[in-house]
């Protein structure tokens, strides 16, 4: 009985210590979050948002706004560790940060890199075109080492993970991530097409991401995604058109 007691008191002390985490987060981060978003033309807490990260770059962008209103772009995190190269993630132990579009499906308040928000990886593109094993267990999270993981340091993820978790809420669903190889004007997939040793398949793959990179450029709002089984793809269409207000 004592076991199961102490156990017990180590368990709460855990989950307190997690919530103690979060909330010191808010307390520390949020004078700074209303003035970056009132920069932004912006009320705080964020009624949409939106996340884009670039490997060759190494940046992850913050976008926010109205509800089928244009986004405004209100941060850019530097990324400090990703490992792997350009290219998607096929399969577990690959080492490999994923490709394509995904929503922060999960939050971590007892990472072991300080606060993590997990990348709804593998999607179901992911699981058609990758091994048996796709893996899986993607995260955006601090500190700076990467294992297949976006890493932004312990500061920015207290930022990010207050900027999502407050959005969330004020949503109702899951914020969308949509990770690109690199950004896809066309500069940037000229270099990847240009790129020696790369499979068709690879390139046909990032051709498939660039009209999401596209749609959000011209219109700021994030783009529809699906995916085609039979031609195993995305098939990407712009969002509906901004409602007047």
Same mark, same amino acid.
């Given at each position: 009985m004592k076991v199961f007691l102490v156990w017990g008191v180590l368990l709460a002390s855990l989950g307190a210590h997690a919530e103690d985490r979060v909330a010191a987060a808010r307390e520390r981060q949020t004078q700074? /979050?209303?003035?970056? *978003?009132? +920069?932004?033309? /912006?009320a705080? !807490? #964020?009624?949409?948002?939106? /996340?884009?990260a670039f490997k060759v770059e190494r940046e992850l962008e913050v976008w926010a706004g109205r509800p089928g209103q244009p986004l405004v772009k209100v941060r850019t995190f530097p990324v400090c560790a990703a490992s792997g190269e350009v290219g998607p993630k096929r399969a577990?132990?690959?080492?490999?940060? !994923?490709?394509?579009?995904?929503?922060?499906? /999960? *939050?971590? #308040? +007892?990472?072991?890199?300080?606060?993590?928000?997990?990348?709804?990886? #593998?999607?179901?593109?992911?699981? +058609?075109?990758?091994? &048996?094993q796709p893996g899986g267990d993607i995260y955006i999270h601090g500190d700076c080492v990467?294992?297949?993981?976006? @890493?932004?340091?312990d500061g920015p993820i207290e930022e990010l993970y207050v900027m999502v978790s407050e959005a969330r809420a004020r949503m109702g669903r899951d914020v969308p991530?949509?990770?690109? !190889?690199?950004?896809?004007?066309?500069?940037?997939?000229a270099?990847?097409? &240009?790129?020696?040793?790369? !499979?068709?398949?690879?390139? @046909? *793959?990032?051709?498939g991401l660039e009209p999401g990179y596209r749609f959000f450029e011209e219109s700021r709002r994030p783009p529809r995604v699906k995916v085609d089984a039979a031609r195993s793809a995305y098939v990407v269409t712009p969002a509906p058109q901004a409602r007047a207000r």
């Open positions: 700074a /979050l209303v003035q970056t *978003f009132q +920069k932004a033309g /912006l705080w !807490p #964020p009624e949409e948002l939106y /996340l884009r577990q132990g690959d080492l490999q940060v !994923p490709e394509g579009f995904y929503t922060v499906d /999960l *939050f971590n #308040p +007892k990472s072991a890199y300080h606060l993590s928000m997990r990348v709804s990886y #593998p999607n179901a593109l992911d699981r +058609k075109q990758g091994a &048996a990467s294992i297949g993981c976006l @890493a932004i340091e991530v949509h990770l690109f !190889p690199r950004r896809l004007d066309a500069a940037g997939l270099a990847l097409e &240009a790129l020696s040793g790369v !499979p068709e398949a690879r390139k @046909a *793959f990032w051709r």
